[in-house]
């Protein structure tokens, strides 16, 4: 057996090319004592991958020209030394871009495939679902009757954000790409309005419309103008997530807006970046909850699935430009 791999091949300029990815082909590394072998089933290709292939200081390390691109996939142990995770157990983990990987279980959560469909733990039950959880009950403070708005609204993190803003009883207003999404969120997910970004020439004004009584907190995954038209609409004591921006992340100079703090002195509102890890202590908690939500059928995710590792930089690339409504997968199927 043959371990094909996506290696970063260069730095991109601007937007990622084919270019910058190498398919690559290895032995499949034989686990030594204590690790055991992981078969990849999906792989999750996710926003901040790009930030890893700039060579820049972040809250992680960049991927070096060579290395495997970074990524976390789920598994099946195929071969194992390691008493703590038999032969057949299923895990999720950051085994990268790859179709085999060596563990020795550190930072390894098992995955029961009883509970969910195993690719649900890239998702609604994965980091994707915590940072819609975190960011919107820890970060923007939900509270039942407020008007939420959350831009990326059809992808993974801002679908989950959506219905949770529903469970919570609040109403939720979102920003997507394409018509086809925002008849996705309003009549699938629930939310309550939205409109689409790229038919839409006044932002402002769309959301004046959709939140007649200002918005009270904001999820924000994208910034750039879609993000500096709901500053002048925050209620007073409004709270505002900055969760990505999306729209710089392949910015070739550094982007200029309009100057908006004024807007959180009049209305003494908060803003606060954050990062899904600052919340692990808690993960198990919400891990509980999201699960109990699926299996209630109240919370769900869809996915868009590429097939093959060799697809990966092209699903990854067409992440980037909107082509998916829910998450983003890849489905690993060895020769
Ligand atoms: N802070 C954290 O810990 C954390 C954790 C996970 C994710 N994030 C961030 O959360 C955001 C969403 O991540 P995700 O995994 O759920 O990705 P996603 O939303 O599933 O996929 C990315 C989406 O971004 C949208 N997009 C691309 N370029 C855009 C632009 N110029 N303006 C507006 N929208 C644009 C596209 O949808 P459209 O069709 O709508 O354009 C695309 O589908 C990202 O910014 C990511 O970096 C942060």
């Known amino acids: 057996m043959t371990n094909r791999q996506i290696l970063l091949a260069a730095r991109p300029k601007g ?23 992981v078969q990849a089933e999906v792989l999750s290709v996710d926003p901040y991958m790009r930030g890893r292939m700039n060579d820049m200081a972040s809250y992680a390390q960049p991927v070096q020209i060579g290395e495997v691109m970074v990524g976390e996939s789920v598994g099946r142990v195929i071969q194992s030394r390691n008493a703590k995770f038999p032969e057949g157990t299923y895990v999720s983990g950051m085994f990268g871009w790859q179709e085999f990987a ?20 890239l998702h609604v039950l994965g980091m994707p679902g915590l940072t819609a959880y975190f960011g919107l009950f820890e970060v923007c403070q939900a509270k039942p009757g407020d008007t939420v708005v959350v831009t990326g609204a059809a992808g993974a993190v801002g679908s989950v954000v959506g219905q949770l803003a529903k469970i919570n009883d609040c109403q939720a207003v979102g920003v997507a790409g394409s018509d086809d999404k925002i008849n996705y969120i309003t009549n699938d997910l629930g939310y309550d309005g939205g409109f689409n970004y790229k038919t839409t020439d006044d932002y402002y004004k769309a959301f004046k419309q959709l939140c007649p009584d200002g918005v009270d907190a904001f999820y924000d995954n994208v910034g750039g103008p879609i993000s500096d038209a ?28 309009p100057r908006l703090l004024w807007h959180l002195i009049v209305k003494r509102a908060t803003i606060r970046g954050f990062l899904v890890f600052d919340f692990i202590s808690q993960y198990r908690e919400a891990l509980e909850k ?7 059928g109240r919370l769900n995710c869809p996915e868009r699935v590429t097939e093959g590792i060799e697809n990966a930089p092209r ?14 997968l890849v489905k690993i199927c060895p020769e």
């Not at 937007?15 to 072998?37: H, K």
């Not at 550190?106 to 690719?119: G, Q, T």
């Not at 999201?290 to 209630?296: D, K, N, S, V």
């Open 315 to 328: 699903a990854f690339m067409e992440l980037l430009q909107g082509a998916n409504t829910g998450k983003q």
């Open 230 to 257: 709901v500053f002048p609409l925050l209620n007073v004591g409004a709270r505002v997530a900055i969760c990505g921006q999306i729209s710089q992340y392949n910015a070739t100079e550094k982007p200029q807006g």
């Open 15 to 37: 937007f990622p090319q084919d270019s910058d990815f190498q398919l690559v082909e290895n032995p499949v590394p034989e686990p030594g004592d204590g690790q055991f072998l």
């Open 102 to 121: 060596i563990s020795n279980g550190e930072s390894i959560r098992k995955i029961d495939p009883d509970v969910a469909p195993i690719s649900t733990a």
């Open 290 to 296: 999201l699960t109990t939500w699926y299996q209630q």
